[in-house]
C-alpha cells in the first residue's frame, strides 16, 4: 500500500510514449497504484536513445526513466485470449484506464467502452488521441513535434524561423490535461456512481495554452508570428545581453519600470518609453538602449543590482545547474529512487506538494521506473488472491 491522496486508487496505464504515461504518473505521484500494461516488446521508449544506462543485456533509457516513476510493469499480449482475460479481471477491480491508441484500437482488441463499463460501471476511461477522437483528422497518429506545428505553437517561437519548444510540450501538455479530466471524473463519480470517457488530445493542448496569443487572433484579428526572446505585449520584458552572460528581466508594471529606470539612472519618462505602449512600439530602441548599458559589466553585477531595486530578473540556466541549484533542492524536485538494475538514480519529482510533508508529490516514498514485466509474478497473484 502507497500514501497520498490517492492511495485508495487503482490505475491500468495501457498507454505508450509520454503524454499517457505522463497522465498516468501524475496520478502515482500523488499515491495511485498504477500498473503499467505493457506488449511483450515493452514501451517504444525503452528503446528511445542514446543517452541509456547500464549493461546491454540490462539498459535502460533515460527517456523511459523521465516518465514512468511510481508504476509496476505487467506484460500482457493483448492478442492472446488468455491475457486479454487478465486485463478483463483488472478492469473489473480498476478505478481508472488510460489508453492512447489510435481510434479504433481498443475496440479491436475487445474492449470498446460499452464493454469496458459493463465490467466496470464505475470505471473512468481516459482516452489521449492526436487530433480528437472524431473529425477529419481523427484517424491521424499523433506525435509531439507535429502537432507543436499543427497547433501553431511553432509559428509562435523561435526568433528567425519556426522552432519547436525544448521538450515535448504537446504530450507534456496532453498528459496533465488528462489527468486534470480524470480527477473531476472521479469526483463526480462519488456522486453519481459511474465513470465516464474523459478525452484529450495533443492538438487540444497545443490550443489550450495559446493563451492571449490566441485572442489577438480570434478577438483582435491579428496573426501573432514569432515571439523571440521579448513579450510580445510587454516592454522590457525578455533576455538581454550584458558583458559576460544573457539576463532577463520582467517589468510588467509601471512601477516595475521606474524601479529599473532608478537603479540604471535612467529617464523613465523619456518620451519613446513613457508608458508600456510607447515602450512595445519603440522595442527594438529599447533593447538596444538597455544592452549597451549592460555590456559594462558581468551579468553577476547587474542581476544584484536589479534584486536590490526589487525588478524581477534571472540568469538563464543549463540543467545541470539547476538540479545542482539548492532552490530546486529544496522544493523536493530531485527524488532518489532505488531501481531494480540500476541502483540508486536520481529523478526530475513532481512539481505538487501538500503541506504536511517536504516531498513533492503526495507519497512519502517514490519507486523507481520499473524494469518491463518486473511484477508480472506479483500482480498475477494478487488477482487470484
Known amino acids: 500500500m502507497t500514501d497520498g491522496p490517492l492511495a ?166 496532453a498528459g496533465m490535461n488528462g489527468a486534470f479530466g480524470v480527477l473531476a471524473a472521479l469526483h463526480e463519480r462519488t456522486t453519481t456512481g459511474r465513470g465516464r470517457v474523459v478525452r484529450t488530445s495533443l492538438l487540444a493542448g497545443m490550443i489550450g495554452v495559446h493563451a492571449f496569443q490566441g485572442t489577438r487572433w480570434t478577438v483582435a484579428g491579428e496573426v501573432p508570428g514569432l515571439a523571440g526572446d521579448h513579450h510580445p505585449a510587454i516592454a522590457p520584458y525578455g533576455l538581454f545581453e550584458t558583458g559576460t552572460a544573457p539576463i532577463q528581466i520582467a517589468c510588467g508594471s509601471e512601477n516595475l519600470w521606474r524601479a529599473l529606470c532608478a537603479a540604471l539612472e535612467l529617464d523613465a519618462a523619456d518620451p519613446r518609453f513613457a508608458t508600456n505602449v510607447l515602450r512595445v512600439r519603440h522595442r527594438d530602441e529599447l533593447v538596444a538602449l538597455l544592452e549597451a548599458h549592460f555590456a559594462t559589466d558581468p551579468a553577476e553585477h547587474w542581476l544584484g543590482l536589479l534584486a536590490d531595486a526589487g525588478v524581477p530578473s534571472g540568469k538563464v540556466r543549463t540543467l545541470d545547474d539547476v538540479y545542482d541549484w539548492e532552490q530546486t533542492r529544496s522544493q523536493g524536485l530531485l527524488l532518489s529512487v532505488e531501481h531494480a538494475t540500476q541502483g540508486s538514480l536520481n529523478l526530475p519529482g513532481s512539481p505538487i506538494r501538500f503541506d504536511d510533508n517536504t516531498f513533492s508529490g503526495g507519497r512519502s516514498t517514490h519507486l523507481a521506473p520499473p524494469t518491463l514485466g518486473q511484477h508480472d509474478e506479483s500482480i498475477r497473484k494478487w488477482l487470484d488472491d
Open 8 to 173: 485508495d486508487l487503482l490505475v491500468l496505464d495501457l498507454t505508450r510514449a509520454l503524454a499517457g504515461p505522463h497522465a498516468a504518473m501524475m496520478l502515482g505521484d500523488m499515491g495511485a497504484r498504477v500498473i503499467k500494461i505493457e506488449s511483450p516488446a515493452g514501451d517504444d521508449t525503452r528503446g528511445w536513445g542514446p543517452p541509456f544506462i547500464g549493461e546491454e543485456d540490462e539498459r535502460e533509457s533515460t527517456y523511459f526513466l523521465s516518465t514512468n516513476r511510481n508504476k509496476e510493469s505487467l506484460v500482457l499480449d493483448l492478442k492472446t485470449e488468455e491475457d486479454r482475460d487478465v486485463l478483463a479481471r483488472l478492469v473489473q477491480r480498476a478505478d481508472v484506464l488510460m489508453e492512447n491508441f489510435r481510434v479504433g484500437v481498443l475496440d479491436r482488441l475487445g474492449f470498446p467502452v460499452s464493454r469496458l463499463h459493463e465490467l466496470n460501471p464505475g470505471l473512468v476511461v481516459l482516452s489521449i488521441t492526436g487530433f480528437g477522437h472524431d473529425g477529419p483528422e481523427a484517424k491521424r497518429a499523433g506525435y509531439d513535434q507535429i502537432a507543436q506545428g499543427e497547433g501553431g505553437l511553432m509559428s509562435i517561437t523561435g526568433t528567425e524561423k519556426p522552432t519547436k519548444v525544448g521538450v515535448p510540450i504537446a504530450d507534456l501538455l
